[in-house]
C-alpha cells in the first residue's frame, strides 16, 4: 500500500516537471506567434498584450527580408535542397551498411559497427578543420554537393536504429529467394527492405528536421547559399538593430511551420519506429 502511495506521488511529481517543463517551451512560441502581428509601435507600447489590429503584413514583409541577395524564398530553397540531399544520403548510406552488417557474417563486421557508434561520440568542432580543407582542395567548398557527401558519412543515429530492425527480421525469407535465384540486390531491394519501411520513414523524418534546423554546417561550408538557419540568424542580428521585432518574429514563426507540418502529420510513426527500433538493437 505503502509502496503504491510512494508511486503514485513520483508519478505526480514528474508530470508536475514535465508540464512546467512543456509550457517553458510553449509560452515563447506563444508570445512570439502573437507578437509577429502588431505593429513595431504596440510592440513596444506593450510587449505581453494582445494586437490591437492583427497587422498580416509582417508575414509578407518577412518574406522580402534578404540576406546579401538572397531573400527568405530563397533561403528555403537552398534547405529543402540541403534537406532531400542530406536526407537521402544519410538514409542509403545508413541501410546499406546496417543491412550488411546484421545479415551478412565477415571478418571486421563488429569494427564497422563500433566505428558507426564512435561518429556519434566525435564532436563536429573536433573535424573542423580538417573537413574546411578538404572541402577547399576537392572544390566541394560552397556547393551543395559537398554538403551532402558529408552528410553520408555521419550517420551514426541512423544506423543504430536500422540496424535493430534488420536483426529482427527473419532471414528465412531471403534465404528461400535465394534458394529460387534471386541475387542480393533483389533480396534486398524486393524482400527486405519493404519490411523496414515504417522505420525508414521515421527516420528519414528525424533526419529532415535535424538537417533544417542545423545551422553549424551551412553556415560553415556553404556561405554563398544562405539556409533559413543561417539566414534568419543574420535578420536576427539586422532586426535587432533595426528594432523591427514584428517582421523578425514573423519570419521566425514561418521558419519553423515545415518541421512542426512534418512532426505533427508523422509524430506517431516517429515516436513508435524510433523506440522499437532502439529496443530491437
Known sequence: MKKGKAERITLWIVFVLFFFYAISLVLPLIWTFINSFKTNRDFFDDIWGLPKKFLTENYVSAFKL???????????LNSFILVVGCTAASIFVSTLCAYVVSKFKFRGRQVIYTVAIATMLIPTVGTLTATYKLMVTTGLYNTYL?????????????????????????????????????????????????????????????????????????????????TVAV???????????????????????????????????????????????????
Not at 66 to 76: D, S
Not at 162 to 176: C, D, L, N, R, T
Not at 199 to 216: G, P, Q, R
Request: aromatic share 14%; glycine share 8%; charged share 10%.
Open 66 to 76: 534578404k540576406v546579401g541577395r538572397t531573400n527568405l524564398a530563397g533561403m528555403f
Open 146 to 226: 559537398g554538403i551532402i557527401i558529408m552528410s553520408s558519412g555521419g550517420f551514426g543515429m541512423n544506423f543504430i536504429l536500422i540496424y535493430g530492425y534488420f536483426k529482427s527480421i527473419s532471414w528465412a525469407y531471403a534465404e528461400s529467394a535465394m534458394i529460387d535465384g534471386a541475387s542480393d540486390f533483389r533480396v534486398f531491394w524486393q524482400i527486405m527492405l519493404p519490411q523496414i519501411k515504417p522505420a525508414l520513414i521515421a527516420v528519414s523524418i528525424i533526419s529532415a528536421i535535424n538537417y533544417w534546423n542545423d545551422y553549424f554546417t551551412p553556415y560553415m561550408y556553404l556561405r554563398a547559399h544562405p
Open 231 to 281: 539566414g534568419l540568424q543574420s535578420i536576427v542580428n539586422m532586426m535587432t538593430a533595426q528594432s523591427d521585432w514584428p517582421k523578425l518574429f514573423a519570419a521566425m514563426i514561418i521558419s519553423i511551420i515545415p518541421v512542426m507540418a512534418l512532426f505533427i502529420v508523422f509524430q506517431k510513426t516517429i515516436m513508435e519506429n524510433t523506440v522499437a527500433g532502439g529496443l530491437k538493437g
